[in-house]
């Protein structure tokens, strides 16, 4: 080899070594690890919350079952999963969320009501609240929604909880904002959501409620909205759209960050992960998920949110059982 052919290579192997550390500095933030498969058996559409360090799995439905009862939890430290007590009721696309050490599942569809032959999805609408008490692994019915919703967007805010929008018993989506007073254990309602909608990522932080996403009737009716309620002022405000427009999809507050992932269409499941920095205001991209993924909800435990079971194709096909970990470490943590 002569010495400009030396040459030649080095410049070459510099121009490649170059070009990787610019790929890694750019690389979308994470990765994704599986852990050990929920205990009882594939599901779809469930409550998912996370408490105390422990990932909680409510309801949802099977292609079998419309409306599971049963309930499990995950202890990542042990990487195993347990049975719970099953809830009073069986109920799919039923939203979950902890406040001051108790769970709550509202809302849901149970299936098709008497006498009705249609598509099951989305059908029965029902308005049950229960709250789960771990210490005592025992529920109670607190006073139902004053409207039946499924696919319902629930937060915890100031020691209240909120439920918004969502679908009614005509298979409509709806405005409807009632807000769960824990002192007096009735329903009242606040300013509507702008637009209606359901299967939306929801979540409070720092004072105020996001609703992002979502779909206005069909899966094709995705929208990239997002909206942020003040109960100080008891208004909404337009946050910044997120990109990519999607219902069904999973989310949770990881640090700084509302994660939203995966969601779907009439035809296909997203792998999008996309952000919203709270700090900066805007959303960033993430690393992209193994498969798509919709009817399941993230849990954010440490580093880490968990995805359990839901669906990898659209509507109620390829059914599993499988534990999804998106992990960030760095920025935004």
């Given at each position: 080899m002569t010495r400009f052919e030396r040459a030649a290579r080095g410049v070459a192997l510099a121009m490649l070594l170059s070009l990787a550390a610019a790929n890694a500095q750019t690389a979308a933030p994470g990765e994704w690890l599986k852990r050990a498969p929920m205990s009882m058996g594939v599901r779809t559409e469930p409550g998912v919350v996370a408490l105390d360090g422990k990932v909680y799995v409510l309801g949802g439905s099977t292609k079998d079952v419309d409306?599971?009862?049963?309930?499990?939890?995950?202890?990542?430290?042990?990487?195993?999963?347990?049975?719970?007590?099953?809830?009073?009721?069986?109920?799919?696309?039923?939203?979950?969320?902890?406040?001051?050490?108790?769970?709550?599942?509202?809302?849901?569809?149970s299936g098709r009501p008497p006498g009705f032959s249609g598509p099951r999805v989305h059908q029965g609408a029902e308005a049950h609240a229960f709250e789960y008490n771990p210490a005592t692994n025992a529920w109670r019915a607190l006073a139902p929604m004053k409207a039946p919703r499924g696919s319902v967007g629930v937060a915890a805010l100031d020691g209240k909880i909120h439920a918004i929008g969502g679908r009614g018993r005509d298979v409509k989506t709806v405005r409807t904002h009632e807000v769960w007073d824990p002192a007096t254990n009735q329903w009242s309602e606040s300013a509507q959501l702008p637009t209606a909608r359901d299967h939306m990522a929801t979540l409070a932080v720092n004072g105020v409620i996001h609703v992002i996403g979502g779909r206005l009737n069909e899966r094709d009716d995705n929208v990239v909205n997002h909206d942020i309620y003040d109960p100080r002022t008891d208004s909404w405000s337009a946050g910044p759209?997120?990109?990519?427009?999607?219902?069904?999809?999973?989310?949770?507050?990881?640090?700084?960050l509302i994660v939203f992932y995966g969601g779907e269409t009439p035809k296909s499941t997203f792998t999008?992960?996309?952000?919203?920095?709270?700090?900066?205001?805007?959303?960033?991209?993430?690393?992209?998920?193994?498969?798509?993924?919709?009817?399941?909800?993230?849990?954010?435990?440490?580093?880490?949110?968990y995805y359990p079971g839901g669906s990898t194709g659209p509507g109620g096909d390829a059914i599993t059982d499988q534990l999804l970990v998106f992990r960030l470490r760095g920025p935004g943590q």
């Open positions: 409306d599971l009862a049963t309930a499990e939890a995950y202890d990542p430290g042990a990487d195993k999963w347990s049975a719970i007590a099953s809830m009073p009721a069986g109920v799919n696309h039923n939203s979950a969320v902890a406040m001051n050490g108790k769970i709550y599942s509202i809302g849901g569809f759209p997120v990109p990519t427009a999607r219902s069904g999809g999973q989310f949770a507050l990881l640090g700084n999008e992960n996309e952000a919203f920095d709270l700090k900066a205001g805007r959303w960033i991209t993430l690393a992209p998920g193994p498969t798509g993924l919709h009817a399941s909800a993230g849990a954010a435990v440490g580093d880490s949110v």
